[in-house]
């Protein structure tokens, strides 16, 4: 029997490249977020951590503007470095804010988890888009074969035996990968749920990823749920 050959209707292989636009919306998103958290739980002053973050967006950019089509070693070490700059910036003021629980005042904390928690889902979506199987260059561009091993294994890497309509998107009939906004889901289901939903890690590093990301959100819902006992008892 002939071997069915990919779907290029449907196939995110074909494009010129990912699209630079919506991780970058997210970098801006989470600078601006960070920007505007309470001097209280900033680790340095006010604008130094941002400022970092947008020159490494910056340069970013200027490598691939509108596609994500051009890769060396040191833009993809870039990337990574800027997710994690986001990360742990993140994780300094969340641990400066757990700390702050029974001075603060509730509304101040009640904002400033919020903001660690969308930052949260931010940074880790950004470094989970970069690492999984060689990041948007490797996956657009790289044969599968050639493509490092997967991270994280979609609903659609095993769609391939199901009904017709949803084989038409999976991996293997569709040549799909996924891009940012998947990635995005993935984080924002798991600082959501504390835990893998339909996406499943499948590497040592994406579990102690998704480990510390869980329980970084855990703690800023404990924050909430702090601060929603301390207004019952006002």
Same mark, same amino acid.
């Given at each position: +029997? ?5 779907d290029?209707? !449907? ?6 490249g990912?699209?630079r636009?919506?991780?970058? @919306?997210?970098?801006v /998103?989470?600078?601006v !977020? ?6 209280? /739980?900033?680790?340095?002053?006010r604008?130094?951590?941002p400022a @970092?973050?947008? $020159? ?12 994500m ?5 040191? %833009?993809?070490?870039?990337?990574i470095?800027l997710?994690?700059? /986001? ?8 641990? +400066?804010?757990?700390?702050?629980? =029974? #001075? ?5 904390? $009640? !904002?400033?988890? +919020? &903001?660690?928690? /969308?930052t ?10 970069? $690492? ?7 996956r ?5 074969s ?8 979609? #609903? &659609?890497?095993?769609n391939?035996?199901? @009904?017709?309509? !949803? ?5 293997? %009939? ?8 998947d990635?995005?889901?993935?984080s924002?289901t798991? #600082?959501s749920?504390? #835990?893998?939903?339909d996406? +499943?890690?499948?590497? %040592? ?9 869980a329980?970084a959100?855990?703690?800023? =819902? ?7 006992v301390? =207004? $019952?008892?006002?």
């Amino acid at each position: +029997m002939p071997t069915s050959r990919p779907d290029r209707s !449907v196939s995110r292989r074909t494009a010129a490249g990912e699209n630079r636009l919506p991780p970058a @919306v997210a970098v801006v /998103v989470a600078i601006v !977020v960070y920007a505007l958290l309470p001097s209280s /739980v900033q680790l340095t002053n006010r604008l130094i951590i941002p400022a @970092v973050e947008l $020159l490494l967006l910056v340069a970013l950019i200027v490598t691939n503007p509108r596609r994500m089509t051009r890769e060396t070693r040191w %833009s993809r070490w870039l990337s990574i470095g800027l997710a994690t700059i /986001v990360i742990l910036a993140n994780l300094g003021s969340l641990g +400066m804010l757990v700390s702050e629980v =029974s #001075s603060t005042n509730g509304n101040h904390l $009640l !904002v400033a988890a +919020m &903001q660690t928690w /969308v930052t949260n889902v931010i940074g880790f979506a950004l470094l989970y888009w970069e $690492l999984d199987r060689g990041g948007p260059v490797a996956r657009r561009r790289e044969d599968r074969s050639d493509i490092p091993a997967a991270d994280w294994r979609f #609903s &659609q890497d095993e769609n391939d035996g199901a @009904v017709v309509e !949803v084989k038409k998107t999976s991996s293997k %009939s569709a040549d799909w990968i996924p891009i940012f906004v998947d990635y995005a889901y993935v984080s924002l289901t798991n #600082s959501s749920a504390f #835990s893998p939903t339909d996406t +499943m890690p499948l590497t %040592s590093r994406a579990k102690v990823l998704m480990g510390i990301q869980a329980t970084a959100a855990l703690l800023t =819902s404990l924050v909430l749920v702090a601060f929603a006992v301390g =207004s $019952l008892g006002q």
